[in-house]
T-cell receptor, first 113, second 112 residues
Framework: NAGVTQTPKFQVLKTGQSMTLQCAQD?????MSWYRQDPGMGLRLIHY???????DQGEVPNGYNVSRSTTEDFPLRLLSAAPSQTSVYFC????????????FGSGTRLTVV | QQQVKQSPQSLIVQKGGISIINCAYE??????FPWYQQFPGKGPALLIA?????SEKKEGRFTISFNKSAKQFSLHIMDSQPGDSATYFC???????????FGKGTRLSVIA
């Protein structure tokens, strides 16, 4: 099925551990982004990319790294997990422009203990 | 940081009633105003969107009203149903290579 695929769906990490949240889309979308969703805080942009090899920071980039080596994949790396990074993470992509027609993945629920 | 302010944070509506969610944006030339609907355990999905040259857009029971001079836009859900219970996000796009700016969301509960 076409869309945005996020893995894993659930993850528990210990403080200080590292991990990579995977995001892949098969719609040939140029624009991809990562958001975190916390109660009462809405969707906050972490990093985004307007094409392969191009990334930029969003509102809350600290503690996260990204790279975009292919059009299809946009992984999000947590270098040293902290309890403040406990959240639900969503990846989104768009073919219509940076602000138009986002398709979201189903999310990764991350708990850092 | 450009902002979109959304209210209310939560809303309870009787089945068959009208749900109204409001958003306001600050002094910036936004170019596109979408609304997203999110069910529990799912990612947000585009529901309806409007451009600033249009004052109203209707799709089925969902209507966006846009007031450019007041810098406000709202989502109206007519004949609200329990299946409409979800979190709704308004958003605005400043144009160019700038991502969407999202409101903080409204949790809607439609009770029978």
């Amino acid at each position: 099925n076409a869309g945005v695929t996020q893995t894993p769906k659930f993850q528990v990490l210990k403080t200080g551990q590292s991990m990579t949240l995977q995001c892949a889309q098969d719609m040939n979308h140029e624009y991809m982004s990562w958001y975190r969703q916390d109660p009462g805080m809405g969707l906050r942009l972490i990093h985004y990319s307007v094409g392969a090899g191009i990334t930029d920071q969003g509102e809350v980039p600290n503690g996260y790294n990204v790279s975009r080596s292919t059009t299809e994949d946009f992984p999000l790396r947590l270098l040293s997990a902290a309890p403040s990074q406990t959240s639900v993470y969503f990846c989104a992509s768009s073919n219509a422009g940076v602000g138009l027609g986002y398709t979201f993945g189903s999310g990764t629920r991350l708990t850092v203990v | 940081q450009q902002q979109v302010k959304q209210s209310p944070q939560s809303l309870i509506v009787q089945k068959g009633g009208i749900s109204i969610i409001n958003c306001a944006y600050e002094n910036t030339a936004f170019d596109y105003f979408p609304w997203y609907q999110q069910f529990p355990g799912k990612g947000p999905a585009l529901l309806i969107a409007i451009r600033p040259d249009v004052s109203e857009k209707k799709e089925g029971r969902f209507t966006i009203s846009f007031n450019k001079s007041a810098k406000q836009f709202s989502l109206h859900i007519m004949d609200s149903q329990p299946g409409d219970s979800a979190t709704y996000f308004c958003a605005a796009w400043p144009s160019g290579n700038t991502p969407l700016v999202f409101g903080k969301g409204t949790r809607l509960s439609v009770i029978a």
